[in-house]
């Protein structure tokens, strides 16, 4: 029978079939993230053209614009559509944007951030938390 694959655009079996890559992503916001046989991740867009080239040692999907990436260093940053570096790659972790804010976890000294690109706000939280796929937590 046909396979079908909920939330993801048409093109996605085929991106899945062509083996010129080895992971494919959620497709959000037009672009969907892959990775090549290099192990490097990058976007294609909904025609399955390279978008933003495969550069990153891992890539989530965009929101609101942006997406999280992960340098060869193991920090992460925002790039958004065109692949341009919005915020720097210098963070443990991060999330993805949800009302124009993500949160990043600081490498230094493990304290949570929220971070926006239009204001260029850095809000620091003073608690330790995790974050995971999911949510946000704040430990005590």
Same mark, same amino acid.
């Given at each position: 029978?046909? *396979?079908? #694959? &909920?939330?993801?655009? $048409? $093109? ?8 010129? &890559? +080895?992971? %494919?992503? !959620? #497709?959000? @916001?037009?672009?969907?993230? =892959?990775?090549?046989?290099?192990? *490097? ?6 025609? +399955?053209?390279?978008?933003? +080239?495969?550069?990153?040692? /891992?890539? !989530? ?7 999280? =990436? ?14 341009? %570096?919005?915020?720097?790659? @210098? &963070?443990?972790?991060?999330? &993805? ?6 949160? =990043? ?6 304290? /949570? ?9 850095? /809000?620091?939280?003073?608690? !330790?938390?995790?974050?995971?796929? !999911? ?6």
């Amino acid at each position: 029978g046909r *396979r079908a #694959y &909920w939330g993801i655009c $048409p $093109p996605l079996e085929r991106i899945r079939q062509n083996s010129e &890559w +080895t992971d %494919v992503r !959620q #497709y959000s @916001e037009g672009l969907i993230a =892959v990775a090549d046989h290099k192990g *490097r991740y990058g976007y294609l867009d909904a025609d +399955t053209k390279e978008a933003v +080239t495969c550069q990153w040692a /891992f890539a !989530q999907s965009f929101s609101e614009g942006l997406a999280a =990436v992960e340098d060869f260093s193991g920090r992460y940053g925002f790039i958004d559509r065109t692949g341009r %570096v919005v915020i720097p790659c @210098e &963070w443990e972790e991060a999330t &993805w944007f949800s009302e124009g804010l993500a949160a =990043v976890k600081d490498a230094n000294g493990g304290l /949570f951030h929220l971070v926006s690109p239009k204001s260029g706000m850095d /809000f620091a939280m003073h608690r !330790q938390g995790i974050v995971d796929s !999911q949510y946000l937590a704040i430990g005590a």
